[in-house]
């Protein structure tokens, strides 16, 4: 036999082999996909329904979900180490999971999950090339990545649209902040006389405003927080701004509510340094007009922890932005912004910004991986801190090493300095960091960030009428 022979004979193996393998796995990706029981609601909604049947046919949870059913070759040697590590990505980036159970049982994904599916479809990036070699069936159609934007699009206008939007951008990542939102107006006024004041200190010398100044973005302009005896904290603070959209509050997302958060700091030797709230009730008992205003707001006479803590996150619930320059182009004022503007946006949802950057907050609901794209840590330098860990902290699990709440992006232009350590002092600096290891668009042009930092400019809001920069306590 001639070697030419030999070499076509091998070549045909090869190409039978690869097709008889191709074969299988579009068998074994049917046979064990997702599936929906005969009673969800999903299979009476045709628009859900289309969406689902495009994941299933890209079988998305191979890589995004645990305990998934993975095909023969995943456990064979050399090609388990490459898949591996592809898996281990594909569930830090994103966790399809409760997208799953959301089809199963007819409820609504979070505004994170949507967007981050957005994401990817809109930059074609899922399925990955490597893995489309092995699943030709994966490959999704444009009438596939049609339905999966048309299902987040519908989901977004009936679940997630802010009263007064406009029609043509209710089915947007980011919608306007709503103009109220329902509080207790008798704990509010108690919630903010608490706020100001300093004798929930241990020594009168720092409140809630200390840190959180409503005439400095809600912030305190500093790398890491200053308290009680001039105290340096480990972490940047947070805006108190529309903190109330946040699912939960502290960058690692230990306390689940507002009064959960009021309470952190009070107790805290760093921060407030008091030693028991039982002291600091103590303190504002002796003041006659605090034991009636607890009395009017409480219906009952006491004043504890819970009532403080209470009242405080009932205030901080009335700390919201609306009526910024890009709230009034949602609601359909196209003069609202410059063309630069609008092109900064489009360009903030188009690179990914918006994949965790969304709702009303631009932020605030989901807790993402500091250097999905890069490593971060490794190139800021220094020793890593507790707070570096992030929410790890919290659930100790190794899947939350160096994960962190999105932070919200309204009012942004007046929190700097910016991240979790507070290392980056400049707004074109984060945009420039947050592409670089958090989007597959590493090196953007002076242009683009000039265009984007000119969008998060026009998320400055209004509180009490004023512009947020203008505001006063």
Known sequence: MSVRKIVLSVAALGVAAYGGV????????????????????????PTAAAAFAAIREARCDYCHARSTDLPFYFHVP???????????????????????????????????????????????????????????????????????????AAERRAHYATPGVAARFAAEPVQPVPETIPVDAGKVAL???L????????????????????????????????????QHGPINVPSVYDSAFNMSQFWNGRAATLADQAAGPVMNPLEMGAHDWNGVADKLRQD??????????????????QRITDAIAEYEKTLITPDSRFDRYLKGDEQALSAQEKNGYALFKSIGCS??????????????????????????????????RGRYMVTHANADAERFKVPNLRN???????????SVKTLDQAVRDMARYQTPYHDLSDHDVADIVSFLKTLTGTYQGKTLANATP
């Open 288 to 305: 006659p007009t605090y034991v009636s205003a607890f009395q009017a707001a409480f219906g009952s006479d006491g004043i504890d922890k």
């Open 78 to 152: 050399v090609a388990n180490q490459l898949m591996r590590r592809d898996l281990d990505q594909g569930l830090r980036h994103f966790r399809i999971e409760p997208v799953l159970a959301a089809f199963q049982n007819g409820t609504v994904p979070s505004e994170e999950q949507l967007s981050r599916i957005e994401e990817v479809i809109r930059q074609n990036r899922m399925p990955p090339t490597l893995y489309l070699l092995m699943h030709w069936h994966a490959h999704l159609s444009q009438a596939q990545r049609d339905a999966l934007l048309s299902w987040i």
């Open 191 to 193: 919630g903010q006389r």
């Open 355 to 388: 994949g965790c950057h969304s709702g009303v907050a631009l932020g605030g609901q989901a807790y993402e991986a500091m250097g999905l794209e890069g490593d971060y840590f490794t190139d800021r330098g220094g020793k890593l801190t507790d707070a570096d």
């Open 195 to 230: 706020f100001f004041d300093k004798q929930l200190s241990g020594n009168g010398t720092v409140s809630c405003a200390s840190c959180h100044a409503l005439d400095h973005g809600g912030v305190d302009g500093r790398v890491t927080a200053l308290g009680i005896n001039n």
């Open 22 to 45: 191709i074969g299988y796995l579009t068998h074994f990706d049917h046979e064990t996909a997702p599936t929906l029981s005969v009673s969800s609601p999903t299979l009476k909604d």
């Open 412 to 422: 942004i232009a007046l929190t700097a300095p910016y991240f979790h350590d507070g």
